[in-house]
């Protein structure tokens, strides 16, 4: 099992809700498209492309609710052997997103329900927003970044 | 909104390329993925009309490797330039930790970059962001046209410039000015970050 979180409070929640709901991918976000935790996959590059469409689908979903109904969409399902279910988690940190991918070995009803049960388990962990701890890059950081930029760029 | 791991020492960026319609926005990104060896990045993502202009948004991972200590990774976006898609420009700028702004240099589109310059503006001050704070570059893209079909950095800056940011000459297409530019808004961005000022 591979499941990486950037705050260890989220782990709980989500490691129950992949464990009860059997699901194959489990993948939490900020609207902003930033991973928060994930679980599944195997390479960062396609969670980081995985968290831009999700949000992506997350927020014109939204928008298209607002603009037909007067109220956000939510809860997207999509698939028949491989499904995707697609919904925001709210939080005293704000909103977050929660795109999950399940084969055979789950359904879509058995999705909902304990998805219904890791909003309030995760709403519950969620502790009160603090200021982060401040990130201390070494004042030759610089050259670092030039470093690896030109790695990148075959400038070497 | 830098994403800082701590556990496993990583840092994430979301970097958006913004400006007018066909400035070269896409442009920057495909010639950065031409560029970045297979490991080092991710699938280039593209929701773009069948005429291959950007519907939502062009998006590429990138792995900057390691910087202090900390594996760094930044999340490239472009937004589509035409005014009508607005409100999808609200969207990819959300959370944005670094703003790079592609002027198009010719001399016929200066109204719109002036006007994209604003939507910016107006757009980061509707998302509670401070528009003279948030990290930002300006690329004057096409340099390499005819002269007497383009502005020149100078005159254009002059136009768009007035913070006085970075600001590099570029020819997207071919190359000349990406890589500058890049190296711009990710030093300026993790300044930022190591200032404490990120959130």
Not at chain 1, 110 to 137: Q, S
Request: aromatic content about 10%; charged content about 20%.
């Amino acid at each position: 099992m591979i499941k990486t979180s950037v705050e260890p409070w989220i782990d709980e929640p989500l490691r129950r809700f992949v464990d009860d709901a059997g699901v194959v991918l489990a993948l939490l976000l900020h609207p902003s498209g930033q991973v928060m935790a994930q679980h599944g996959f195997t390479k960062a590059m396609d969670v980081m492309s995985a968290c831009a469409l999700a949000a992506a689908i997350h927020a014109s979903s939204a928008e298209l609710g607002r603009l037909l109904d007067g109220k956000p969409f939510s809860g997207l399902h999509a698939g028949k052997n491989r499904q995707i279910y697609l919904a925001a988690a709210e939080t005293a940190r704000g909103p977050y997103i929660f795109l999950t991918v399940f084969d055979q070995g789950s359904s879509l009803g058995l999705v909902r329900i304990y998805f219904d049960e890791f909003r309030v388990n995760f709403a519950k962990a969620a502790p009160a927003p603090v200021a982060p701890p401040e990130v201390v890059l070494s004042s030759n950081f610089e050259r670092e970044l030039n470093r690896n930029l030109a790695v990148l760029f075959g400038r070497a | 909104m830098s994403l800082v791991n701590y556990q496993t020492r990583e840092i994430t960026c979301k970097i958006v390329y913004y400006g007018p319609g066909r400035s070269g926005k896409t442009t920057n990104l495909h010639y950065i993925y031409s560029q970045v060896p297979e490991d080092r990045k991710g699938t280039m993502v593209s929701l773009a009309t069948q005429t291959d202009r950007t519907l939502f948004f062009d998006f590429l991972p990138l792995d900057l490797g390691t910087i202090s200590g900390f594996t760094t990774r930044f999340q490239l976006y472009t937004v589509p330039g035409q005014v009508y898609y607005q409100t999808t420009r609200k969207l990819v700028l959300q959370g944005a930790d670094g703003v790079v702004f592609v002027a198009d240099s010719q001399a016929r589109q200066l109204q719109e970059n002036i006007e994209s310059f604003q939507d910016l503006h107006q757009n980061l001050s509707e998302q509670s962001v401070d528009p003279r704070a948030i990290p930002l570059v300006i690329q004057y893209n096409k340099q390499d046209l005819p002269s007497d079909l383009i502005l020149t950095a100078e005159e254009l800056a002059d136009a768009v410039n007035f913070r006085g940011v970075p600001d590099f000459s570029a020819d997207a297409l071919h190359g000349p000015g990406v890589f500058e530019t890049l190296r711009g808004i990710s030093e300026l961005v993790l300044k930022r970050l190591s200032a404490g000022a990120a959130r």
